[in-house]
C-alpha cells in the first residue's frame, strides 16, 4: 500500500508542477498576444494534465480515507480549487478585456499558491 500511496503522491505532486508552468505560460502569452496560444497542443495538454491531478487527487483523498466536508483544510482547498477554476477561465477564456484577464490571473495564482500552503501546513489561514 505504501509503494501505491507514494506512486499516486509523486504524480499528484509532478502535476501540480506541470499545471503551475502551464498556467504560468498561458498567462504570460495571453498578456504578450502570443500565437503560441492558438496552438492545438497548448488547449490539448494542459486538460490531460490537470485530468491526472484530479483523478491523483481523488485516489489519494480514498487512500487517506480524509475528505472533503470531514477534513476542514481539504474542504477548504476544495474550494480554493474552484475559486482557482473560475477565475482561470476568466484569465485565459472569458474575460472580456485584457485587464480583466491579467487580474483573474494574477487572482487565480494566488488561490494556486494559496492552495499549495493549505495542502502543506494544513493550515487554513490565508495570511
Known amino acids: 500500500m505504501l509503494d501505491w500511496y507514494l506512486t499516486i503522491k509523486n504524480i499528484h505532486l509532478s502535476c501540480v508542477v506541470l499545471t503551475f508552468i502551464s498556467f504560468s505560460a498561458r498567462g504570460l502569452w495571453m498578456i504578450l498576444d502570443?500565437?503560441?496560444?492558438?496552438?492545438?497542443?497548448?488547449k490539448i495538454v494542459p486538460?490531460?494534465?490537470d485530468s491526472v491531478l484530479l483523478a491523483s487527487g481523488i485516489t489519494l483523498v480514498i487512500m487517506l480515507h480524509q475528505y472533503p466536508g470531514v477534513e476542514t483544510w481539504l474542504t477548504v482547498k476544495f474550494v480554493a480549487l474552484l475559486v482557482?477554476?473560475?477565475i482561470g477561465t476568466i484569465a485565459l477564456k472569458r474575460g472580456k478585456t485584457k485587464t480583466i484577464r491579467v487580474i483573474?490571473?494574477?487572482?487565480a495564482l494566488g488561490a494556486f499558491f494559496y492552495m499549495v500552503k493549505v495542502a502543506?501546513?494544513?493550515?487554513?489561514?490565508?495570511?
Request: charged share 10%.
Open 34 to 42: 502570443s500565437p503560441l496560444l492558438q496552438r492545438r497542443w497548448v
Open 47 to 49: 486538460h490531460f494534465i
Open 120 to 127: 502543506l501546513t494544513r493550515v487554513i489561514n490565508p495570511f
Open 104 to 107: 483573474a490571473w494574477i487572482g
Open 84 to 86: 482557482y477554476i473560475i
